[in-house]
């Protein structure tokens, strides 16, 4: 079966969106303070990182949208990037960073995160692999994504990360070329959502991951995905044709839930030629 691809029932979208309190306690020991009058305009949310002993706060605007607001494969990957740092050398992203750094020291990770939305992971992976992270989302979520930055600069700061913030339309290479492509690992969680967004997520996958010959040759892709319709097998599928796909970790459904978050890699099908003709 083609990674990402499933034959189970159409799933409620309404009864996976979000983790229920339970899952988050266990998972990620994060709470909810809300602040100001008006509780749907401001909610700031902490989330306790254990492998630096350091709180992350977010702030969520869920009165202007879904990219204001946390999903649950932001919390699968902030997770995954805090068991990396507490062992570096037993976690489901150990391989790609091994393979990122040759085993050796090396400078900086260069890491660009897209469909960013509060910022939550960019932030998390700052702080804990001591990356320059650029994290991306339209336009209009530019001010909270960098509001959600500036507040944590402390974290990230104290443990040698940066973070910057910038727009980035998916299909567009205008918005490619400005970013650019000096990037050693790209991340994003819950970004296949839409499916008129398919062709340009894909298509700025296409040029991020140098299947023009250009740029970086071993940059990588991590998605963290939770599977809410059949029509997200479509996504997939068309992945497959471009990129080697594959499934580095499944997390546990909830409860009063049959599927959990799994997170992918994606890496350009010239990478895998180069590679083995390398070896």
């Not at 709470?31 to 977010?58: F, G, M, P």
């Not at 990037?183 to 700025?204: C, G, M, N, Q």
């Amino acid at each position: 079966m083609v990674d990402g691809e499933s034959n189970e029932e159409e799933t409620d979208p309404m009864t996976v969106l979000l983790p229920d309190e339970a899952e988050v306690e266990i998972r990620s020991t994060t709470s909810s303070v809300l602040v100001d009058e008006d509780a749907q305009k401001q909610r700031l949310q902490e989330n306790h990182i254990h492998s630096i002993d350091t709180t992350v706060v977010i702030r969520q605007l869920p009165s202007q949208g879904l990219s204001f607001q946390l999903w649950p494969a932001a919390t699968t990957l902030v997770t995954l990037l805090d068991q990396l740092r507490s062992h570096p050398t037993n976690s489901p992203l150990s391989p790609i960073l091994y393979a990122l750094s040759n085993g050796q020291d090396h400078p900086p990770l260069r890491i660009l995160e897209l469909g960013s939305g509060t910022g939550l992971v960019g932030i998390v992976a700052a702080a804990t692999l001591s990356a320059n992270v650029t994290v991306t989302d339209l336009p209009h979520v530019i001010p909270n994504l960098q509001f959600n930055a500036d507040m944590n600069s402390h974290v990230w700061g104290r443990h040698g990360g940066t973070v910057v913030a910038a727009p980035l339309r998916w299909g567009e290479a205008q918005d490619v070329e400005l970013i650019g492509r000096e990037f050693d690992l790209i991340l994003a969680s819950d970004v296949v959502y839409h499916d008129h967004l398919y062709e340009p997520l894909l298509r700025t996958l296409r040029m991020l991951l140098c299947l023009d010959d250009v740029g970086n040759k071993k940059m990588v892709f991590v998605m963290a995905h939770l599977r809410r319709w059949k029509k997200d097998s479509a996504f997939f599928r068309k992945a497959k044709k471009l990129f080697q796909v594959e499934t580095l970790h499944v997390d546990c459904p909830p409860p009063g839930s049959r599927i959990g978050v799994v997170t992918y890699s994606f890496r350009g099908k010239s990478q895998i030629l180069n590679n083995n003709n390398a070896s």
